[in-house]
């Protein structure tokens, strides 16, 4: 899979170090997946969470923080959304940001 707008999970990892290891592993395991259908991303990431609009919701952290992307299984595209903690993640809408 290609990810779309990598650089919102670089600024992520300058600014929460903590983060980082996750971050990678996330990267490295997505862009070497065929995801193309929902359970597809459920067998490389059984925590995350399907929601509407072909977006999923990943734990990066032990869920400290949530990922957001928005998967096109046609193309071959993954669109970073959202990256961030719990309380900004309870204040968007995940199935439109």
């Given amino acids: 899979?290609?990810?779309?707008?990598?650089?919102?999970l670089a600024d992520f990892a300058?600014?929460?170090?903590?983060?980082?290891?996750?971050?990678?592993?996330?990267?490295?395991t997505t862009q070497k997946a065929n995801w193309t259908k929902k359970?597809?991303?459920l067998i490389?990431?059984?925590k995350a969470k399907m929601i509407k609009n072909n977006r999923a919701r990943?734990?990066?952290?032990h869920n400290l923080y949530r990922l957001i992307a928005e998967i096109d299984y046609e193309s071959k595209?993954?669109?970073?959304?959202?990256?961030?903690t719990?309380?900004?993640?309870?204040?968007?809408?995940p199935t439109t940001i």
């Fill in 86 to 93: 719990h309380n900004e993640y309870d204040k968007i809408d």
């Fill in 58 to 61: 990943f734990e990066i952290v």
């Fill in 14 to 28: 300058q600014k929460h170090a903590n983060a980082r290891k996750s971050l990678a592993v996330w990267q490295e």
């Fill in 77 to 84: 595209l993954v669109f970073i959304r959202f990256i961030g």
């Fill in 44 to 46: 490389d990431f059984p």
């Fill in 1 to 8: 899979m290609e990810i779309l707008y990598l650089k919102k």
């Fill in 39 to 41: 359970h597809d991303v």
